[in-house]
């Protein structure tokens, strides 16, 4: 495999495949925009994303970068929790969620995703998630941030429905440290 590949370099090529034109999806945890910002870039002009941060750092550089990159029309940047995503999107209307667990790039390693707003995010994903709608999360946590996320949030992945979904939680068997667990769930139809 080569070293480019990674956990977001899965995710992408997983939202690629899956994302269409004019879809719309969410972004659980905004963090630089990054995401956001890919994921306008699949929805095209006739797409919607809708991005979540609870810090204004985050905030303020998502919008930074929708701005350069011309995508300001397609995407709001919410200042709120992702555990709050149903205030915003009516239940199964959504064609893609996407989260990136941990802490913001570049910024305050204190502030962190923890289990306590992640998991009823997910919850509130899989409704508003449209029947053959998909859900990616990056989980990121080494050091002393995401250890108790990452144990919370894996079986409470692994206990759902496998009549509603299919979950598939893969690993970096060789890498050293803490390599982030890609994941990426479809709602059945």
């Not at 919410?78 to 239940?91: Q, W």
Request: aromatic share 8%; charged share 20%; hydrophobic share 40%.
């Amino acid at each position: 495999m080569p070293s480019t590949l990674n956990t977001l370099a899965l995710a992408h090529r997983f939202l690629q495949e899956q994302v269409k034109p004019g879809a719309f999806c969410i972004d659980a945890t905004a963090g630089r925009g990054r995401d956001t910002a890919f994921l306008c870039s699949l929805v095209g002009p006739e797409g919607r994303v809708l991005a979540f941060d609870i810090q204004q750092a985050a905030v303020d550089s998502t919008r930074a970068l929708l701005e350069e990159k011309g995508y300001s029309s397609i995407a709001q940047v919410v200042l709120d929790s992702h555990s709050h995503m149903a205030r915003y999107a009516e239940p199964q209307t959504v064609d893609c969620v996407v989260f990136n667990l941990g802490w913001l790039p570049g910024g305050d390693h204190t502030v962190f995703t923890t289990a306590d707003t992640t998991i009823p995010a997910v919850e509130a994903a899989l409704e508003l998630l449209r029947p053959g709608g998909v859900c990616c999360l990056c989980i990121y946590y080494g050091g002393a941030s995401g250890t108790q996320e990452r144990d919370a949030l894996l079986p409470f992945l692994e206990s759902l429905d496998s009549d509603r979904y299919t979950v598939i939680i893969s690993r970096f068997a060789n890498r050293p440290g803490d390599p982030p667990i890609p994941v990426f769930l479809y709602k059945d139809a």
